[in-house]
DNA sequence: CTTGACCTTCCAGCAACTGGAAGGCCTATC
DNA sequence: GATAGGCCTTCCAGTTGCTGGAAGGTCAAG
């Protein structure tokens, strides 16, 4: 099979697994002519690595992931131990996210959003928190 | 002021500001040894980089908020836009991490995690939907 | 005068591809 | 046999946003 179909069938760009045998995740057989010839077990490595990577693995924890599948003495321990630390990147990426939202949306929330030049945004942005209610007791000098 | 400076009270390592200067969102003058020195506006700039960078802008974004910063005529409905649409950014990301964990919580639930080798994650990044107690009407071919 | 902290430039590398140039191969059609 | 088009090859460069390191200049203290 040509690395075109190998593509179609596996749902990876060209590019993509001509890039995956460079670094070595895949390694097809070669032609006469000097094509790629992907067998069956080639398309299963592509198909494994396409669901691993839209699964967020990293190109390192598919290789893991990879040799583990190909090991038929592998303990499931194992891959469950890389997936868990992969849900705990997953929520601590969340929750990165939503505290940045909570702050983005403030300032949306605060800026009136019209002509006038004056946006809290950019305060917020430029370190000029403005007082609003808060009282600042000290005062800044 | 010296780079090692700026770098302290904008919260930038050095490298980052350098690397700023490189791709022209700040220009310090340099003093007659050839070292940057940065003024009091260019720190601004720093500091609000700084504070961009980290509330997820892009290079080209902190760009276009950095102008609008500085134009004294600009409308905050612009600078409103820009953070809204970061917004709705935000939110599809954190939608996709959503699903990618659910898929990944239930593989790991799936999964009996002890030494036997035979695990339902691997079956399912190679592809192999175990049938479960999920009826497929149809049955693959 | 030397030490050490600071500064400079330039080059390389990270992750994970993606795009493009220049050229070889293969099949079909005229 | 020539030519067109579609596939394939390699290699090099670019993306994003830095980060690390080498080689060397500058400055203040002892």
Known sequence: MNIGEASEQ????????????????????????GYRDFVDSDLQRLKFL???RSLGFSIDE?????S???DRNR??????????????????K??????LRKVLSELVTACHGDDRP???????????????QADESTGRS
């Open 10 to 33: 596996s749902g990876l760009p060209v590019k993509t697994i001509r890039y995956y045998e460079d670094i070595g995740l895949v390694r097809p057989l070669r032609s006469e002519n």
């Open 50 to 52: 396409q669901r691993s």
């Open 62 to 66: 598919c290789r893991e992931l990879l």
């Open 68 to 70: 583990l599948y190909e």
């Open 75 to 92: 303990a499931s321990a194992d891959v469950k131990a890389i997936t868990h630390a992969k849900i705990k990147e997953v929520d601590r």
């Open 94 to 99: 969340i929750d990165e996210l939503r505290s």
């Open 118 to 132: 004056d946006c809290p945004i950019i305060d917020d942005l430029s370190g000029q928190h403005a007082p609003d």
